[in-house]
């Protein structure tokens, strides 16, 4: 037998090492992996569809001839990029507003192209701004198997790889694999939902002729998905309701009382109840285990530190996990300047990388010289050691895997964890998908703290937004600027940063320092142009959703999101959430360019109101397939399948099934459910695995 889990993508014909780099960066490692990268749409091999009204203003595929290619000055004074390709009878504009060269030079006259897009209708054009798109290479061969067929699957961009490399591969992969590809769901639920095995569910889902089932299709592998992570789940609180630490804390008032008085500013009700909640877990026999939500700028790093405090009073170690160095660094330097008058307290931070002053800390660490170490997931490298660590926090949980947390807390005996988020996620919910973690709620921001004036506009009112951001900056005031990374196609959004930058410098800020801050700069790099913009050496700062985590400049008043309908509510929000942390009045721009009604909704919903929770139950709502929605955004644990707007019935329907077999077979000693042992086993396994790598 043969775990195709385990087979490395390696294995297969046509990948070698450069293809299993392109491949691993969107997740795929396996054979298993491979053949759970669906497509997310699928093709005619030769289209026939004519467009009729039903087409308009929705998402649409087709391949089409490239018939003209030409830029133009629009009246806006802006350059446009223009492509119109013929598709069947019909004519359609392909649009770029940003580009750079190397766009206008990919289109030949005449060669074909497949494009992806909201098509809509303008001036009596059928047009399609920003399309995604494939030159097709006629030398790009597609092998026998594909030719014969009527519907062809269009796959997520990988790197460079072509639609006809990937759909060769994943064919290639059956091919090679078919026989190994094992049931995962216990019979009873198969025949419970009528779902398809695996095996004819996979080989439906890639090589489909029928696309209007894909959805059916896909819901077992969504359910497969939420029913193991509630499993998991479950099975863990149980354990850990048994579990019982070597020692539990004790109240003793001493640095916990001094950090209380020594505070530039009064606790808010909300942050004492939380505190409290904290400390009794701490101070009972069992483990904690707990969701610490907030909204940005609630005030969960202080709330932290006196946990950490608690600890110290114990006589443990404590240790803040963040996810970019950025942050931590920040974190870093809050927590000291808190700690400033108690030097006995002593602080490191550890991000990744090698040096002398690294290795004299990792020291410190193991010989427990350090009170309190604050790090990226550096912290979770094998040689790093401590002492007597027992808290740990994880700041912006739902960015670490679960692995990487399981990694933290498995290394060390049963310390206290503390997980933040600063993505308000309705209390039910956060039951249902958190359900192994107690949840605390910080749903109060300390009263120094201004709503926000947000103002959504369209695209041609920007210069009148420019003249008033220029009045914030001549008042000392700075701003930050964000265009959106669509992971498909990171070197156009790249590019539309960049562009935008030289625009601002030229035209409309050529007096101010502006700088760009991008997630694929080193991260010393970064650094810098961080500390510029703390220092304010620099006042406009655009950048990527590089931002979109806890960067604290009081200073800046003014953020200006450009293409803000491409975003979800709660990343919008947590954007937004950078300005409005000094004592000035702060602005948000929410700049759209073209709206669906959801957008709007979301949009408006915007400019109405500062809650996150209100937003966040807004956001659920909202959500509609087919919308974009970036990598980690929502807050949620990242889920290959499962859109948890989407699959809130699944979602219910695993947890009732899960539920019910853990009472009935809490050890997985049916036959019935040897499969599932099986998996859980596996899972655990991988865990112990990563710990020692
Ligand atoms: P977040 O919850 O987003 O992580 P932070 O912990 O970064 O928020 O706090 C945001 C800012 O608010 C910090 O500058 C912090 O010092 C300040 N702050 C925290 N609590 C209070 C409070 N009760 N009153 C006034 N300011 C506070
Ligand atoms: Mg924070």
Same mark, same amino acid.
């Given at each position: 037998?043969?775990?195709?889990?385990?087979?490395?993508?390696?294995?297969?014909?046509?990948?070698?090492?450069?293809?299993?780099?392109?491949?691993?960066?969107?997740?795929?490692?396996?054979?298993?992996?491979?053949?759970?990268?669906?497509?997310?749409?699928?093709?005619?091999?030769?289209?026939?569809?004519?467009?009729?009204?039903?087409?308009?203003?929705?998402?649409?595929?087709?391949?089409?001839?490239?018939?003209?290619?030409?830029?133009?000055?629009?009246?806006?004074?802006?350059r446009q990029f223009i492509v119109t390709i013929k598709a069947n009878e019909d004519y359609i504009d392909l649009i770029w507003f940003r580009y750079g060269k190397w766009l206008t030079k990919s289109f030949i006259y005449g060669g074909k192209i497949w494009v992806s897009g909201f098509l809509s209708s303008f001036n009596g054009r059928y047009q399609i701004v920003h399309p995604q798109y494939e030159v097709l290479n006629e030398r790009d061969q597609l092998n026998d198997f594909w030719k014969t067929r009527s519907r062809l699957p269009v796959y997520p961009t990988v790197g460079n790889l072509t639609q006809t490399q990937l759909r060769n591969l994943i064919y290639n992969a059956f091919q090679q694999h078919h026989a190994y590809i094992d049931e995962t769901l216990p019979d009873y639920i198969i025949n419970k939902y009528k779902y398809d095995d695996r095996k004819t569910a996979l080989q439906k889902v890639h090589f489909n002729t029928k696309p209007k089932n894909t959805e059916f299709l896909k819901d077992r592998f969504v359910f497969e998905e939420l029913f193991y992570q509630q499993i998991m789940m479950i099975k863990n609180k149980n354990m850990r309701e048994k579990e019982v630490k070597s020692k539990p804390f004790k109240l003793h008032n001493t640095f916990t009382k001094k950090l209380l008085e020594s505070l530039p500013f009064q606790l808010t009700g909300a942050q004492k109840r939380v505190i409290q909640e904290i400390f009794a877990d701490m101070q009972s026999d069992n483990q904690m285990s707990r969701l610490l939500q907030g909204d940005?700028?609630?005030?969960?790093?202080? #709330?932290?530190?006196? +946990?950490? *405090?608690?600890? %110290?009073?114990?006589?443990?170690?404590?240790?803040?996990?963040?996810? $970019?160095? =950025?942050?931590?660094?920040?974190?870093?330097?809050?927590?000291?300047?808190?700690?400033?008058?108690?030097?006995?307290?002593?602080?490191?931070?550890?991000?990744?990388?090698?040096?002398?002053?690294?290795?004299?800390?990792?020291?410190?660490?193991?010989?427990?010289?350090?009170?309190?170490?604050?790090?990226?997931?550096?912290?979770?490298?094998?040689?790093?050691?401590?002492?007597?660590?027992?808290?740990?926090?994880?700041?912006?949980?739902?960015?670490?895997? #679960?692995?990487?947390? +399981?990694? *933290?807390?498995? %290394?060390?005996?049963?310390?206290?964890?503390?997980?933040?988020?600063? $993505?308000? =996620?309705?209390?039910?919910?956060?039951l249902t998908i958190f359900g192994e973690l107690d949840v605390s709620i910080i749903n109060e921001l300390p009263p120094t703290r201004k709503p926000i004036k947000t103002k959504?506009?369209?695209?041609?009112?920007?210069?009148?937004?420019?003249?008033?951001?220029?009045?914030?900056?001549?008042?000392?005031?700075?701003?930050?600027?964000?265009?959106?990374?669509?992971?498909?196609?990171?070197?156009?959004?790249?590019?539309?940063?960049?562009?935008?930058?030289?625009?601002?410098?030229?035209?409309?800020?050529?007096?101010?320092?502006?700088?760009?801050?991008?997630?694929?700069?080193?991260?010393?790099?970064?650094d810098e142009i961080m500390q510029l913009f703390a220092n304010n050496e620099i006042q406009i700062l655009v950048s990527t959703t590089v931002i979109e985590v806890g960067i604290d400049v009081p200073n800046a008043s003014v953020m200006m999101i450009e293409h803000a309908e491409r975003f979800g509510l709660a990343q919008l929000h947590q954007l937004r959430g950078r300005v409005g942390r000094g004592a000035e009045q702060s602005y948000c721009y929410l700049v759209s360019y073209r709206t669906t009604e959801i957008a709007k909704a979301r949009l408006t919903m915007m400019e109405k109101s500062n809650d996150g929770f209100e937003i966040a139950e807004k956001d659920l709502e909202l959500r509609g397939p087919g919308e974009?929605?970036?990598?980690?955004?929502?807050?949620?644990?990242?889920?290959?399948?499962?859109?948890?707007?989407?699959?809130?019935e699944c979602l219910n329907r695993a947890r009732a099934d899960a539920i019910e077999l853990l009472d009935d077979d809490p050890k997985f000693e049916k036959a019935e459910n040897q499969i599932v042992k099986y998996l859980y086993d596996e899972y655990y396994e991988g865990k112990e695995k990563l710990i020692d790598y």
């Open positions: 037998m043969q775990n195709i889990r385990k087979v490395s993508i390696m294995y297969l014909k046509g990948v070698g090492e450069y293809r299993a780099k392109l491949l691993a960066s969107v997740g795929v490692e396996s054979v298993n992996d491979l053949l759970e990268f669906f497509p997310k749409d699928y093709i005619g091999q030769s289209w026939s569809e004519e467009i009729t009204d039903e087409h308009i203003d929705s998402l649409f595929s087709c391949i089409g001839e490239i018939d003209e290619v030409r830029e133009r000055m629009a009246t806006t004074g802006t940005v700028g609630s005030g969960k790093t202080v #709330v932290t530190l006196f +946990a950490m *405090l608690l600890a %110290k009073e114990n006589g443990y170690q404590s240790a803040l996990m963040a996810p $970019t160095e =950025i942050l931590a660094d920040q974190h870093f330097r809050t927590i000291s300047s808190m700690l400033e008058n108690m030097p006995e307290i002593s602080i490191g931070l550890l991000t990744g990388g090698v040096s002398k002053a690294k290795n004299e800390l990792k020291r410190q660490i193991i010989e427990g010289e350090v009170d309190i170490v604050v790090g990226t997931h550096a912290l979770i490298q094998k040689d790093v050691l401590f002492h007597n660590l027992a808290f740990i926090a994880v700041d912006e949980q739902h960015r670490f895997g #679960v692995h990487q947390r +399981a990694a *933290l807390s498995l %290394k060390h005996k049963k310390p206290d964890m503390l997980y933040l988020s600063a $993505t308000p =996620i309705p209390r039910s919910l956060a959504w506009i369209h695209e041609h009112a920007k210069t009148k937004a420019y003249q008033d951001i220029e009045k914030e900056i001549e008042a000392g005031r700075q701003v930050y600027i964000v265009c959106p990374l669509i992971e498909d196609s990171e070197k156009i959004d790249l590019l539309a940063a960049e562009s935008l930058l030289t625009e601002l410098q030229r035209f409309y800020f050529p007096n101010y320092k502006s700088a760009l801050l991008h997630g694929k700069m080193k991260a010393k790099a970064k974009f929605h970036g990598k980690h955004q929502s807050g949620l644990p990242p889920y290959k399948f499962a859109n948890l707007a989407l699959h809130q």
